[in-house]
């Protein structure tokens, strides 16, 4: 998901009460929710499509689940610390516990990966120890719905503790209830929506259901089939049209892109990442897409061009 979510997401995990666990609770539950981005820093040195293979890795897996928490926390600590000695510690702070600190941390962290995992670009929760990429095909990247309503519910819930009402946490805790039920319900649509298409067309080879903006009921549904064809068909509350004619074929048996790719960083890195590939016919050689983001405005973001070497 976008930061401004994942945000959202550890500020009403704060306002629904967790905060006042510990001093600046708040901070290790917004910045857990955000860190294991730390991965973007990729983009000072790697090139073209390499960020592809590298992000939603190392720092979304077990390792990072434990560590990136811990340095958080002896961070926030610190500068708790440091406050303290430079006499610039506000007075209203709770006391700081560290044990607290990493726990929330640790909640904050913990739901990075997982939202990431509910759309379709993929995430490799077991990093370092697999590869393996998960996709959850769930929500949309950036969900209009989940920042308006976590949006409302962190802002009413602040209002509310700064009058000094008791009932302060009801805004967040109520829409964290509707956020769990929102995406059961945008998952079953998903679900609902592949088995129509399969149901349709039994050989197919690959169906995923791919959410779109703002309309969170429909989906358009790509598909593969065993003749090497691919297309889509577009879904809504797992009621889908008929099958249309295929888009193009699928083109990734032919024998000169493995060839290429050998040694080349942007193509291993995109073979690595690309969950439905296509090969196409390309200005010097042959041009690679991932069938997810075909249409996307920014689609030269996804696309690498084998040459013979």
Known sequence: MDNITHSLIGAALGQAGLKRRTGLGMPALIIGANIPDVDAACFFWLEGTEHLGFRRGITHGPIAWLVLPLLLAAGLWWYDRWQDRRGKRPEGRLPVNFKWLFLLGL?????????????NYGVR???????????????????????????????????????????????????????????GVNNAVSVASVQAVRTQQPGL????????????????????????HFGKVPCGFGTCDRLGPPLGRINMADPRIARWAKGDPQAEAFLFWSRMPIAAPGPKGILLTDQRFRDVPTRGNFTVELKPH
């Open 107 to 119: 909640i904050g962290t913990l739901s990075h990966p997982l939202f990431d995992w509910f759309n």
């Open 125 to 183: 929760f077991l990093e370092p120890f697999s590869s393996e990429w998960f996709y959850g095909d769930t929500l949309f990247i950036i969900d209009l719905w989940i920042l308006l309503g976590l949006g409302l519910a962190v802002w009413l819930s602040r209002r509310r503790e700064q009058a000094g009402r008791g009932d302060w946490t009801r805004p967040a805790v109520t829409a964290l209830a509707v956020l769990t039920g929102y995406i």
């Open 205 to 228: 080879t690959l169906a995923m259901a791919n959410p779109v903006p703002v309309a969170f009921w429909q989906r358009e549904v790509l598909w593969r089939s065993a003749d090497g």
